[in-house]
């Protein structure tokens, strides 16, 4: 009985997770050039340029009053300095 307790509540955060990681992203002028100085710095060239593509993206959005589209750009852009 505790057992099937603990694992629906471990499944309950799994699935909260994501959406809470989500919210974490501001789209604002701050963090776009935060996030642009930061890209600068990058010596990886394809995590730089896909970076800078979501980058600009984010900008684009903001520029159109897209906030949750700036959001998720800009979170792409912070996760592609990391990945590769």
Partial sequence: ???KSV??????ASLTAPALAQTSVVC??????KAEQQIAQINDGAKKI????ELTMAKDAMAA????KCKSH???AIKGMDAM
């Fill in 1 to 3: 009985m505790i057992f």
């Fill in 7 to 12: 694992a629906a509540l471990a499944f309950v």
């Fill in 28 to 33: 604002d002028e701050a963090s776009l050039m």
């Fill in 50 to 53: 896909e970076s800078a593509k």
């Fill in 65 to 68: 009053s897209d906030l949750e």
């Fill in 74 to 76: 800009l979170d792409n």
